[in-house]
């Protein structure tokens, strides 16, 4: 079942709404959760009713291992036997996410290279098993490692099955979602909440259904006739990758401000997932902005190790880390280098079952350790010279938003490619292998305004958090203690005052508008791009 589709927004919606808020409301709350899982589980059904039995699977088994893990910590005699338990656990997880995800990529890519072709029928991808996968690595690790005290089974069904966030994220942990599953608290706030939440909600929809959907068809023309043998003079290439690379922005991070929305509804708070990362300044600030939830997990539960035993083994030889606070060229490969291209190919791979997405993911990972280098050899030149920081001037600013951007744009067509020959031909095109102008620039004058307002929005425009932020804090601030995060935006960075989200009369009447497009623009509604993620 779709977000931005008739039978969920004014069937499934209000339905689950009703039979949740009102057991809450009569102070059956275990009801209340209990309902929620079966609507959730409805939810996941909708799309394909036999594969709820293998989130169900996914479920038991991930309770069964690490309410063991929780209950068995601190007992040195079974030490091992948690270890043992927790490299099964991680297996198995892993090994479902591979076989469903990338048996026929490695079945074809081995028959390529042996020149044998296997026999092998098409494997249905479940709908948010990438998601569910990481959710359950940084549980059964956390378990393991004595961060979870104890656990609920409904709690912990809700934490894995909650519907807003099953298919396609945030990445939520534990941490932030089964204490406030356990309290229940945030239900008896709805009623404030319930503003401000509709308006994640129809704003999430309006960046879905109206920007991104209407880019979709030139995107998907683009990449098709590259993939058919036709190449696109410079210009058309570079319109298409920028119009990808706003498509997919605008499509997930709908998604993930529906999702936020709809938690609020149910009283919970999810973590957000964007912060303008068309902005970003640099590589490294892109990736603290984009898919954010990825890049907490990416770095937490697979950088963040390398790095500790890397340096525990430099440590250990009497090698120097850095000196002066510069990192030396030894340390920089093994501490940095290393593990930013191993962290990006992992999750190069995660986004898809290609080597498009391989190299998506390394060159992202090249992007980074260049990012990385170039800040390590700036701090190496003021420690030399003993300069004071300055702060960028305006065009320096600019310009770097303008490198990072292009950048991002340029990685893109591994991204969206169906395979990664079409990708090298997209890639080329961009950099003028089929010409630079062959009478396209006024072909389309109506998508080219649509592009260029597009972008420019997403270039000065705040985002939703920001928009939303003074009511939003207001409103959560009961569920902040259960959620166990921080606010997202910095205060000082805000330079639209006036577009302040408030409940009044002008936003609920611009609210209402947006809606009223959204509704009128649902007929035969199109999937999120990183359902098949």
């Known amino acids: 079942?779709?977000?931005?589709?008739?039978?969920?927004?004014?069937?499934?919606?209000?339905?689950?709404?009703?039979l949740v808020l009102g057991a809450s409301a009569t102070g059956r709350h275990a009801l209340a959760k209990i309902l929620l899982f079966g609507a959730s589980l409805v939810f996941y059904a909708w799309w394909n009713p036999p594969y709820v039995l293998l989130l169900l699977a996914f479920l038991g088994f991930n309770f069964l291992a690490g309410s063991w893990l929780i209950r068995t910590f601190g007992q040195p005699a079974l030490e091992r036997r948690r270890t043992l338990m927790l490299?099964?656990?991680?297996?198995?997880?892993?090994?479902?996410?591979?076989?469903?995800?990338?048996?026929?990529?490695?079945?074809?890519?081995?028959?390529?290279?042996?020149?044998?072709?296997?026999?092998?029928?098409a494997i249905l991808l479940p709908l948010g098993i990438s998601f569910i996968v990481f959710q359950k690595i940084a549980f059964l690790v956390d378990a393991h490692g004595g961060q979870i005290k104890q656990l609920r089974f409904i709690d912990y069904a809700l934490?894995?099955?909650?519907?807003?966030?099953?298919?396609?994220?945030?990445?939520?942990?534990?941490?932030?979602?089964?204490?406030?599953?356990?309290?229940g608290h945030g239900l008896r706030h709805v009623r404030r909440?319930?503003?401000?939440?509709?308006?994640?909600?129809?704003?999430?929809?309006?960046?879905?259904?109206?920007?991104?959907?209407?880019?979709?068809?030139?995107?998907?023309?683009?990449?098709?006739?590259?993939?058919?043998?036709?190449?696109?003079?410079?210009?058309?290439?570079?319109?298409?990758?920028?119009?990808?690379?706003?498509?997919?922005?605008?499509?997930?991070?709908?998604?993930?401000?529906?999702?936020?929305?709809?938690?609020?509804?149910?009283?919970?708070?999810?973590?957000?997932?964007?912060?303008?990362?068309?902005?970003?300044?640099?590589?490294?600030?892109?990736?603290?902005?984009?898919?954010?939830?990825?890049?907490?997990?990416?770095?937490?539960?697979?950088?963040?190790?390398?790095?500790?035993?890397?340096?525990?083994r430099r440590v250990a030889a009497g090698k120097k880390v850095a000196i002066r606070g510069v990192m030396r060229p030894g340390a920089f490969v093994s501490?940095?280098?290393?593990?930013?291209?191993?962290?990006?190919?992992?999750?190069?791979?995660?986004?898809?079952?290609?080597?498009?997405?391989?190299?998506?993911?390394?060159?992202?990972?090249t992007y980074l350790s260049i990012n990385h280098a170039w800040r390590n050899l700036r701090h190496a030149r003021r420690a030399r010279h003993a300069a004071h920081r300055r702060a960028a001037s305006r065009l320096g600013v600019v310009a770097a938003r303008a490198l990072t951007f292009l950048a991002f744009v340029v990685s893109i067509p591994f991204f969206r490619a169906d395979s990664l020959h079409t990708a090298g031909q997209f890639v080329a095109s961009m950099f003028g292998a089929s010409g630079v102008l062959r009478g396209s620039l006024f072909a389309d004058l109506p998508y080219l305004a649509l592009v260029g307002v597009v972008l420019v929005a997403s270039q000065v425009l705040p985002n939703t958090q920001e928009v939303m932020r003074e009511q939003l804090d207001a409103a959560i601030s009961p569920l902040a203690a259960h959620a166990g995060q921080t606010r997202l935006i910095d205060p000082e960075a805000w330079s639209w005052p006036r577009l302040v989200w408030r409940p009044t009369a002008f936003y609920a009447v611009a609210i209402g508008l947006l809606?009223?497009?959204?509704?009128?623009?649902?007929?035969?509604p199109s999937a999120f791009l990183y359902f098949q993620f």
Request: net charge neutral; glycine share 8%.
């Open 1 to 18: 079942m779709l977000f931005n589709s008739y039978e969920f927004l004014l069937g499934f919606l209000p339905s689950v709404l009703l």
């Open 87 to 121: 490299v099964l656990g991680l297996a198995a997880n892993i090994g479902a996410l591979v076989y469903f995800k990338y048996t026929n990529f490695l079945a074809h890519a081995l028959g390529d290279l042996l020149g044998v072709d296997f026999a092998i029928p």
């Open 159 to 183: 934490f894995v099955t909650f519907f807003p966030q099953l298919i396609s994220g945030p990445i939520v942990h534990h941490r932030e979602m089964i204490p406030q599953f356990e309290s």
């Open 193 to 312: 909440i319930a503003p401000i939440a509709i308006s994640f909600v129809v704003v999430g929809a309006f960046k879905k259904v109206v920007i991104a959907d209407h880019l979709s068809s030139h995107v998907a023309i683009a990449f098709q006739t590259t993939a058919a043998g036709q190449h696109h003079d410079m210009f058309g290439a570079w319109l298409g990758a920028v119009s990808f690379a706003l498509q997919i922005y605008f499509d997930f991070s709908g998604y993930s401000d529906m999702a936020i929305g709809l938690g609020l509804l149910f009283g919970i708070r999810l973590p957000f997932n964007f912060n303008s990362p068309l902005k970003a300044s640099s590589i490294i600030d892109f990736w603290s902005r984009w898919h954010m939830t990825l890049t907490r997990f990416l770095t937490a539960y697979i950088y963040n190790p390398i790095v500790l035993r890397a340096t525990r």
């Open 335 to 365: 501490l940095l280098l290393f593990p930013t291209l191993f962290t990006m190919f992992i999750a190069g791979a995660w986004h898809g079952a290609g080597f498009q997405f391989i190299v998506f993911g390394l060159l992202h990972g």
């Open 515 to 524: 809606g009223w497009i959204v509704m009128l623009s649902l007929a035969g």
